[in-house]
């Protein structure tokens, strides 16, 4: 399987909606998460975005597969902020010497790192569920984007699986040299910031190639191109958006009504 390829069932309902109208949706979702701290909100939000995967046709052994990275990250912002907040409010729970854990700082964390969740779960949907070249076409036709951006957005997006085969190459290339780091912490972070950096300007000097190669064959002239596929935008995708809204609107209001809801700029 390619990494990153859509894994949608494609008769799911929400698999065969517009790619704009899938982006879209997920930003106008996303967007009253951002701000509040409460946590109630992105768990509400969380808690839509699993019932509604079946609809996107991606299984949820696949959904966890793709998003485990943002699981890791969230326990890590809740972890940190735990043990390194500046501002400890509310009752103390854990008091272990230096270390105290209390309740304002816990829902703090937890909310932070449940948002970062509930904010990042429907861009994996959507592009689980979305081929590059129907998003990119989809930009061009629906959301009068332009040509040069969005065929370069697919160019980059399609060359994304080289820099994890070239990571692997760099460090088989070096390790051929006998430069390894064996069990030492320090030898192993100084080789992974020499291989990123190694990888950046790789990545630098492909995209260089690769805009030239574009210039080159006109993706710069400004004369109107046409689409060999045409992605329409129906009734069902201004539903879906309308849907969105709703739905994340009821969010917010059931965080009020339940007076959790903290707003972020107060």
Same mark, same amino acid.
């Given at each position: ?12 309902? %929400? ?24 946590? +109630? ?7 839509? /975005?699993?019932?509604? =995967?079946?609809?996107? !046709? ?19 912002? %809740? ?7 500046? /501002?400890?409010?509310? #009752?103390?729970?854990? *008091? ?8 304002? +700082?816990?829902?703090?964390?937890? !909310? ?10 429907? !861009? ?15 930009? +061009? ?23 994890? /085969? /070239? ?43 690769? =805009?030239? *190669?574009? #210039? ?22 201004? *539903?879906?958006?309308?849907? *969105? ?22």
């Amino acid at each position: 399987m390619i990494p990153y390829a859509p894994v949608a069932a494609p008769a799911a309902p %929400l698999a065969r909606r517009n790619p704009v109208a899938k982006l879209a949706a997920a930003l106008l979702f996303s967007l009253p998460l951002l701000a509040t701290l409460d946590p +109630v909100v992105p768990a509400l939000a969380i808690a839509v /975005e699993l019932a509604v =995967a079946p609809l996107f !046709g991606v299984p949820y052994r696949l959904l966890a597969r793709r998003a485990w990275p943002l699981l890791l990250s969230a326990l890590g912002i %809740l972890v940190t902020l735990t043990l390194f907040a500046a /501002e400890r409010t509310g #009752d103390p729970l854990v *008091a272990a010497g230096p270390l105290v854990v209390t309740t304002g +700082v816990l829902g703090t964390g937890l !909310g932070l790192g449940l948002r970062l969740l509930a904010v990042a779960l429907p !861009g994996v949907l959507v592009f689980a569920t979305t081929d590059p070249t129907d998003l990119a076409d989809a930009l +061009v036709q629906n959301a009068k984007a332009s040509p040069r951006f969005a065929i370069g957005a697919l160019a980059a997006f399609r060359l994304v699986p080289l820099l994890a /085969e /070239e990571w692997r190459m760099i460090s088989m290339a070096r390790r051929a040299r006998g430069v390894d780091a064996g069990r030492h912490p320090v030898a192993r972070l100084r080789i992974f910031g020499s291989t990123a950096f190694a990888l950046l300007v790789g990545a630098i000097r492909r995209g260089t190639r690769l =805009a030239t *190669a574009m #210039d080159a064959r006109g993706f710069d002239s400004g004369v109107p191109r046409t689409s060999a596929r045409r992605q329409r935008f129906t009734r069902a995708d201004t *539903a879906l958006l309308v849907g *969105a809204v709703l739905v994340a609107a009821g969010i917010l209001v059931t965080s009020v009504a339940l007076g959790t809801y903290r707003p972020l700029i107060r």
